[in-house]
């Protein structure tokens, strides 16, 4: 059987000589054939490499999305939470001042119901109620439980037993040797000594604070808070009422102290004051058993 064939003829151009290759036409359609295979392959390859980086690339993008969506709900989920609390405190806010200037809450079970429906107040009174809440300013709302139960509102005590061993003002710091100002006194007395506080008020901060070791800071109003530092015990907790004269703490030698002492701080409108012209008001018994200050002046 004779199988046809594709000829190629090369000439020489300067011998004249003549050179001749025969392929065969199946050798033409196999060679063909592979080389069509190889290309398709190649295009195969190149298309789902194509494809897979789109993916990818569209994977990134959807999950940098999600993830600004997730952050986006934290976000959200803290202020809705911020919102339930600040909502929970005016209502609370609200039922101390009804009850404080005695107007009549409506009892309601978990479910929303009232108890009895006697005790649902009328819209009148209703809409007194609203008004009021609406007109009354935060200013007169603390004044009213701030000064409604003090008696005695401003600093008028020694708060302990004890030698006065640094003034308020220039001094050196026992650290350092330089000089530094003293925002209040120091008033030498042993571990353990009961520190009274020395006005009526409501205690803003008992804690530790640097420099100041175990701190009480108790708010009079009027913008006038005491500090009581270097402490070793508290005896009240933030948020409770203190009269004067009232236990609040145990002296100590905490934070920066070369002893046991009591540093004591007069503040007005946050900056500290010197405490003297409160304690010289003091009585001459110092109010509760303060005959034997000495004030080491």
């Known amino acids: 059987m004779e199988t046809g064939y594709f000829v190629l003829d090369f000439g020489h151009s300067v011998h004249g000589q003549v050179k001749r290759i025969q392929i065969s036409y199946k050798s033409l359609a196999i060679t063909g054939c592979i080389l069509a295979s190889v290309f398709l392959l190649a295009f195969v390859l190149f298309s789902s490499y194509v494809r897979m980086s789109w993916r990818v690339s569209n994977y990134d993008h959807m999950a940098s999305d999600l993830k600004q969506i997730q952050t986006r709900y934290v976000e959200l989920q803290k202020q809705a939470n911020q919102h339930n609390e600040q909502m929970a405190s005016l209502e609370t806010l609200a039922s101390e001042v009804s009850a404080a200037y005695g107007m009549d809450t ?119 808070d005491t500090y009581y530092a270097h402490l070793s015990q508290f005896m009240v907790v933030p948020g409770e009422e203190v009269r004067r004269g009232e236990v609040i703490a145990l002296s100590g030698a905490t934070g920066h102290a070369t002893g046991p002492h009591l540093h004591y701080e007069v503040r007005v409108s946050g900056t500290p004051v010197n405490p003297y012209r409160y304690l010289a008001k003091a009585p001459s018994d110092r109010g509760w058993s303060g005959s034997g200050i000495d004030l080491g002046l």
């Open 106 to 224: 409506t009892k309601v079970t978990g479910d929303g119901m009232p108890l009895d429906a006697d005790t649902v107040p009328d819209l009148h009174a209703s809409i007194e109620q609203y008004n009021f809440l609406q007109s009354a300013s935060f200013s007169g709302i603390y004044q009213h439980y701030a000064y409604h139960w003090q008696t005695h509102n401003e600093p008028s005590l020694w708060p302990l037993v004890g030698a006065l061993r640094s003034s308020f003002g220039s001094r050196s710091d026992p650290f350092s040797g330089e000089g530094a100002f003293h925002t209040g006194i120091d008033l030498q007395a042993p571990k353990g000594t009961r520190v009274h506080v020395t006005a009526d008020g409501v205690v803003q901060r008992a804690a530790w604070s640097g420099r100041f070791g175990k701190l009480v800071v108790v708010d009079h109003g009027n913008g006038i």
